[in-house]
């Protein structure tokens, strides 16, 4: 499979390094606010990524994390930790708000056919094995203590600093640092632990060789626990960084590229002396109206809007499909409808193809190979979708067709087979009414008329879709 690597900024070809195995470590959510349709369009694009390596022969073993403490509101160290705040925002304990939260991502995952992780861990649940990491690190070196903070990494210790992307000085310090923490020696360096301050009570703490109260900082858990899950570095409870193997595939958000990425390779390879992962994969941001759609500026929208406005949530997963995932995106509910219409056609094409054809499966190498080589090309979906609509409208037969379109519903996920009973939205009285006097207007060729009543919908929230079917009512 070609595969672009952001550590190269090249498409190259992607090999593991004991083929079929593939060691994916994927960054999980901050569990401390709601799962937006943005964290649905990075899980999607790395789920389309994990099926099409397992389509195409590998065995993945994916781990992803949740984030459970130690993400402070600024990238830059300062500020306070993330959960913390929301805990007392809702005066509730930092431990209730993480369950909360990660549970409401992985039950909109469910929705959306990601597949489950072969692991998910916390950084919680691996507090020893960060505490090993820094200490080695301090042992090397690399680490030095700005007294009542916090133990901080020294990337002027480690000249191969931001290597990702191919950052510059001047990015790397445009990668929101602005906020300045005193006594850090250079404005890249991260904070590995940080001691609990002196005034608050967290509720989340632990003893360490630096502190009796302290947390984690944000980048250690991944560095930790991607070794830990993925490779042998801490085989018998004991951390041996020379046990270490370069893992094949790690995957985040654009927004990781310049601060929690480059900061995850330091740690690691300053430790190991290893490369850290041979394909760094990132997906572009989902916009709203020209901004990341984001749970800090409060653009968003969750799997509750979806539902609550009649969608199928793998209406989502086709909108996702027919993107590349290294193109920004705006989010629109008239996009969403169009997929949603879509992908009913795509479910009435394979039932009636299931009603016609027996149980023989044939396949067709040409159009099998046109998929594989969609997928297989940087994971262009966009494409695949296309090679889908054009097979199901070839000439081939049914049996063959039935097949393909199963067979490819692997990669796509869309419950093709089975697809979801969605409940019906309550359209009221007043709305079908008038679109049934919107589509006579048309009959009669009264299209102005006809249009002032689709905008006086419009503005009552109802967008009406003309299908080759017949007009659809579309909650907006
Ligand atoms: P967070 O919980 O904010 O750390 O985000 C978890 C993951 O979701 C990160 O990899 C982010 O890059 C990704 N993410 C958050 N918002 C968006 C968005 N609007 N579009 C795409 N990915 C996003
Ligand atoms: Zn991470």
Known sequence: MKLYNSLTRKVEEFEPGEPPFVSMYTCGITAYEHTTVGHMRTYINTDFLRRTLEYLGYKVKMVENVTDVGHLTSDADAGEDKLQKKAEAERKSAWEIAKEYEKEFFETMDKLNVLRPSVVTRATENIEEMIALVKDLEKKGYTYEIPGDGIYF????????????????????????????????????????KFSP????????????????SFPGWHIECSAMSMKFLTPAFE??????????????????????????PNEIAQTEASTGKKFARFWFHNRFLMVEGQKMSKSIGNFYTMKDIEGRGFNPLAVRYLFATAHYRQRINFTWESLAAAQSALERLYSQVSSLIEKSNDKAETSAKWEAKFKSAIANDLNMPQAVAVLWEMLKSEIADNQKLSLVLAWDQVFGLNLKNPPQVP??????????????????????????????????????YLIEDTPKGYKIVKK
């Open 198 to 213: 002196h005034d608050k009570k967290r509720d989340m703490e632990w003893k360490s060789p630096w502190a009796e109260k």
């Open 236 to 261: 018998g409870g004991k951390y041996s960084p020379q046990k270490f193997e370069t893992i094949d595939l790690h995957t985040g958000g654009e927004d990781h590229l310049t601060v929690h990425h």
């Open 424 to 461: 019906k939205t309550e359209i009221p009285e007043e709305v079908t009414e008038l679109a049934k006097e919107r589509e006579e207007l048309r009959k009669k060729r009264k299209f102005e008329e006809a249009d002032l009543v689709r905008k006086r919908l419009l503005n009552m929230g």
């Open 154 to 193: 020294d990337t002027s210790k480690y000249p191969e600093y931001g290597k990702l992307a191919n950052l510059n000085q001047e990015e790397l310090k445009a990668g929101a640092r602005v906020e300045v923490v005193e006594g850090k020696k250079n404005p890249a360096d991260f904070a590995l632990w």
